[in-house]
Every structure is written in C-alpha cells, then in structure tokens.
C-alpha cells in the first residue's frame, strides 16, 4: 500500500506509545505533525504543561453539589447555551456560564493552533464540567466511564464524523485524572463487530420521529453504540484487554479522538471538557477513521 510521504506508517505501535507528550507550547510545525499523526492513529495526545486558567472565585464552581444527581457531568451547548445537569443558585448558574463559555473558545482556539490542518473543519459540540469524583458514580456497566470503552452518542449521531475531545484537568487540590489507555481500534473492532448485529429495519426512522435521536442515526452510529456497549458489558474483556494506565495532573491538558482510542477514567475529579466533531475528510488519513476501518471489516456502506 503506498503511503503519503511525511505519513506515518499504518501500523499499531506498541501499547507503551499509546500517549504521545508535547511539551513545547506553542507547538512549531514539528509538534502540530507529531499530534496529528498520534491522534489519527488513536493515541492520546497529552500537553503537560498546557493549563486552562482559572478565574477569581472559580474554584468555588469545583463543587459536587453542583450535579443535579441525574446526570453524569454539568453540560453546555455553546451553540444555544443551554446548560444541562446543574443544581444551584442564579448566581452560580452565572459563573458556571462564564466559566464553560470561556472554555470552550480556549478549548477551540488551542485544538486549532496545535492542529492547524483541522482548523477549519472543527465543529464544536457539548462542553462539560466534571467535578464529581469518578470512583463515586454507582451506575451500570453501560453507563460506567471506568470500563475501558469507545465513545459513541445514543441521542447525537454523528453520522461518520469523528469524536475530538480536549480535556483540562483543573482540579485545586492537585489530584490527578487517572485514564486506562486501551488497544488500536482495529483489532478491539474485529473481536466485538460479529456480535453487533445490524439495526432492525425501521428503527432508525422511528428513533428519528420520536426525537430519541438528533437526526438520524445511521448504521455506522449503530455499529458505534454496540462497540460501545459490548465492551463494557464483557467483563473478561475489561479484566484481560491490553491497557496502559496514564495519569493526567492538574494543569494539564490532553486530546484524543475517543471514537477510536479505548479508554476508562478511574480516578479523579474536576476536569473539563470540550467535544469537536470532525468530518473525516479533514483527516490526513480518512482510511484510519472507525468509518473506514469499520466498512472494511464489515464490506459493507455504512451511511446512506
Ligand atoms: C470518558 O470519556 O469516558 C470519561 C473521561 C473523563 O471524564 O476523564
Ligand atoms: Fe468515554
């Protein structure tokens, strides 16, 4: 297969490379290469010493009984902004706003200046503030961010685009986000696809016109869901699967297409975080995308 020159080689590297550090900010062309070709190949890009600044009276917002108990994180549409999960007086509902707001622009200007090639194409989604210790969520396998998993969105079908997320560990008291770093994408997708099934016929349309879904989901978002769950629900998997454990401290920052980089938060509190969604043909490598490599494993189309 020919490969684009500069383009790193379609090989999965070893599990210890599955992070890939950029200490130099602002990045030069060398790092912008570097952290495009670790994060199309479903590494974790991690910038140590990157730290979202926090503002005067901030802190106070680092706070669990801000969660309104329902949902897993406090969350803000920086297209309509609405924010959704949070419990509290106006005028922390206020400073919630100005807090998510601002991060989401530095979320965005920062995603762009380290990968330029992308600039353009970024589209930005949900932001989230995550002050709730990780360990104390009891919930269900499906639902527990601690298994080692892909990301896919049963409300928001993303119909092929990739899922970008930049994380900022903010956390006051300096306790790092702890993260298990799974296998490439290609051989977690060949062991769970044959037991993913397609969608029943009609689903998609009925999810559609009872607004369970945003726009229609798709078999790829449907093979993407069912990836997602199998692997957390296969408790021999979570307990034999090649993982790395990384430790994120406070002050840094770190990027990763979740779509393909299986990953598990185990500990820690107070991140934030900002999804983008990418189109695949802003890719350098669209043939690395879980769209591709899924409609290769499968031979099949995978969008209408
Ligand atoms: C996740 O995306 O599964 C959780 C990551 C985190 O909150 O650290
Ligand atoms: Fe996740």
């Not at 599955?18 to 974790?44: F, S, T, Y």
């Not at 969660?67 to 005028?91: A, M």
């Not at 790829?220 to 769950?229: E, K, N, P, W």
Request: net charge positive; proline share 8%.
């Amino acid at each position: 297969m020919s490969q684009a020159v500069g383009r790193r080689p379609r090989v999965s590297r070893p599990l210890q490379d599955r992070v890939a550090q950029i200490g130099v900010w602002p990045p030069r062309a060398a790092q912008q290469a570097e952290a495009l070709a670790a994060l199309e190949q479903g590494e974790v890009v991690h910038l140590p010493r990157l730290a979202f600044p926090l503002l005067e009276g901030e802190e106070s917002l680092l706070d669990p009984s801000l969660c309104d108990g329902r949902s897993k994180n406090i969350s803000f549409d920086p297209s309509t902004g609405r924010i959704g999960g949070l419990k509290t007086d106006e005028l922390r509902a206020l400073l919630v706003r100005r807090l998510m707001e601002r991060f989401s622009a530095w979320s965005l200007a920062t995603a762009r200046q380290l990968l330029p090639a992308y600039a353009g194409a970024l589209q930005l989604a949900r932001t989230s503030l995550r002050p709730c210790d990780v360990e104390n969520r009891a919930i269900s396998p499906r639902k527990d961010d601690r298994r080692l998993h892909v990301d896919a969105f049963p409300a928001n079908p993303v119909q092929g685009r990739r899922i970008l997320r930049l994380f900022a560990n903010v956390d006051p008291q300096g306790r790092p986000r702890v993260w298990n770093v799974g296998e490439p994408f290609e051989p977690f997708a060949t062991r769970f696809l044959p037991r993913a099934g397609r969608p029943a016929p009609g689903a998609a349309g009925l999810l559609q016109a009872l607004k369970l879904t945003k726009g229609r989901r798709t078999a790829y978002d449907h093979a993407m869901l069912r990836l997602h769950d199998l692997a957390k629900e296969d408790g021999v998997y979570q307990e034999t699967a090649l993982k790395r454990r990384v430790a994120f401290d406070s002050g840094a920052t770190w990027l990763v297409f979740t779509d393909a980089a299986l990953h598990a938060a185990l500990e820690g509190r107070n991140v934030l975080e900002q999804t983008f969604l990418l189109p695949i043909g802003a890719m350098a490598d669209p043939a690395m995308s879980p769209l591709k490599i899924l409609e290769r494993l499968t031979g099949r189309t995978l969008l209408p």
